[in-house]
Nanobody, 114 residues
Framework: QVQLVESGGGLVQAGGSLRLSCAAS????????MGWHRQTPEKQREKVAV???????NYADSVKGRFTISRDNAKNTVYLQMNSLKPEDTAVYYC????????WGQGTQVTVSS
């Protein structure tokens, strides 16, 4: 079992920045990939960015060049640095870990005002 706790969401004006954090605990040795996904009432949950245990990253086209995913293995934490935020980035952001099964955090709200 893996437990994920997110933090760092909030309200920001368009053009601003936020950093999300996700701390993992439990069977962390089995985690091979972590990522961030987001969901709005109008859309299905979508991938934002993922990072493997080797440090390889992959981003949704809509966030390339603006968002950066990183991980601190010593702290068992993954981060999402979000810059140049747009109103369309408004969503609930979920942390995800793959450890033989998908695990999800509780979600953190990000609201970008125009």
């Amino acid at each position: 079992q893996v437990q994920l706790v997110e933090s760092g969401g909030g309200l920001v004006q368009a053009g601003g920045s936020l950093r999300l954090s996700c701390a993992a605990s439990g069977s962390i040795f089995s985690i091979s990939l972590m990522g961030w996904h987001r969901q709005t009432p109008e859309k299905q949950r979508e991938k934002v960015a993922v990072i493997t245990s080797a440090g390889d990253t992959n981003y949704a086209d809509s966030v390339k060049g603006r968002f950066t995913i990183s991980r601190d293995n010593a702290k068992n934490t993954v981060y999402l640095q979000m810059n140049s935020l747009k109103p369309e980035d408004t969503a609930v952001y979920y942390c995800q870990a793959w450890a033989g099964a998908n695990y999800w955090g509780q979600g953190t709200q990000v609201t970008v005002s125009s």
